[in-house]
């Protein structure tokens, strides 16, 4: 009898453990093709940054390592998804299709309009939950509606029934006698040449489940006991699971019972404050599904009016490159382009400096963090960005303008943060500030009045 094989499609989750797809395809029994599409090319789909683009190389090479050692390894492909799997689906005689589900709007109706065409030619054809906790759909308002605040959505959370356990790794994966040909990692050029910019984001990180299992397991015995400490950049106390988190490397089960599990006595007390921010990813993306356009487009509409300053592109480097003359902003922009990340306090005060004291639109900053960040995350960067904007769901008010040098005397008293990025802080090399603070302050004040005035429905 010849054999139908399983395709396994694999995107926002490059793991073994954990993996629903992956672990349907090998009970049913026939043999596996895991498949990674790189697909710059559907319309509306956004393409990953440079920095994401690095991570998934290395992610893709630690994935086809721990299949090998499985007994498949990877099968790489290029192009639209809608075409590419389908002619994968066609080369193997695949008869049944499996993958884990996505949240955005494009990937959503690639993979819904997959689904049916598969099933029309009598394939079996599943998704799997497996990168959210809580799908959009099931966490809702009493009123049926998404929740557009915050707590109440992480209440509602917490009275679902507990997340189900993690599934381990199958124990293998059989591949086809003859496995189809893949393209050569290399030649999809993820890696920067030249410039090679990205010997910091080496220095920094080992991508792969294997090290993110690793750093997942060492933050629960460590770091997690200091998470109080967590708005210290100068501190190691986060756990910086966000790209393992934003290319599946870990999946958020294994995160969340990780925490309710053996964890040391001064941890106890933090895992829950840690699961509270592993939420807002998950509220994020529930922004994200009946928001699809939250990249381009302001979540409240009153802001689609605001009067964003004309900056000339040479204030926004400065900005870009760590050059602005304000302390703690330069040190992040400068963590952000040599490292591929940057700590969350620090990721607001930089965005509030470009959006309220240049008056920028946020969009340019959320596209700079989009190539720079090793996390860059469809549903975290656009809802974080505008929450600093104010324009976003539960997002920050505007009038609430962070003063930098204040967040600066705060949250990095000692300036160990901010002298290990800015060597230079303390000499006559260091610019003065590229604007004046209050009253930078005063004018983003008065374009939001501006704005407010023009529309009536604004708070
Ligand atoms: P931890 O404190 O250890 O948190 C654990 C996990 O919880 C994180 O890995 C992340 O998945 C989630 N999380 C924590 N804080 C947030 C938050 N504010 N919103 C959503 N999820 C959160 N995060 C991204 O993952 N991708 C992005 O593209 C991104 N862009 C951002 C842009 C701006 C302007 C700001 C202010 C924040 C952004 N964040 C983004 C959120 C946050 O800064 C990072 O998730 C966090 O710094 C990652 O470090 P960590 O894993 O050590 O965090």
Known sequence: ????????????????????????????????????????????????????????????????????????????????????????????????????????????????????????????AESFQANLLFEPWT????QGQPFKVFTPFWRACLDRPEPRHPLDAPDAVRPPEAPPASDDLDAWQLLPTSPDWAAGLRETWTPGEAAALDALEEFATGHLADYGERDFPAQEATSRMSPRL????????????????????????????????????????????SSPDLATVSYRPEFEAFPWADVPESEIDAWRQGRTGVPLVDAGMRQLWTTGWMHNRVRMVTASFLIKNLLVDWRVGEQWFWDTLVDADEANNPANWQWTAGSGADAAPYFRVFN????????????????????????DDYPEPMVDLKESRRRALDAYETMRRASPASP
């Open 246 to 289: 934003r290319f599946g490397e870990v999946s958020p089960f294994q995160i969340w019972h990780r925490m309710r599990g053996d964890l040391p006595p001064a941890s106890r007390e933090r895992a829950q404050s840690f699961l509270r921010e592993v939420v807002w990813r998950e509220f994020n993306h529930t922004i994200l599904f």
């Open 404 to 427: 930098p040098v204040l967040q600066g005397e705060k949250f990095d008293k000692e300036r160990n943060y901010v002298r290990a990025w800015v060597p230079e802080i303390d000499t």
């Open 1 to 124: 009898m010849t054999s139908s094989p399983s395709v396994v499609w694999l995107r926002d989750d490059l793991r073994v453990a954990d993996n629903p797809a992956l672990v349907a395809a090998v009970d049913r029994g026939e043999p596996v093709v895991v498949l990674v599409v790189l697909d710059d090319e559907t319309p509306g789909i956004r393409p990953l940054g440079g920095a994401a683009r690095w991570w998934l190389h290395h992610s893709l090479v630690a994935l086809d390592g721990a299949l090998r050692e499985l007994g498949a390894g990877l099968t790489l492909r290029r192009g639209p998804a809608a075409e590419v799997l389908p002619a994968v689906v066609a080369e193997v005689g695949a008869g049944a299709v499996y993958w884990n589900r996505r949240y955005g709007k494009v990937p959503r109706d690639t993979d819904a309009a997959l689904k049916t065409a598969l099933r029309d030619e009598g394939l079996v």
């Open 139 to 142: 966490v809702q308002t009493g």
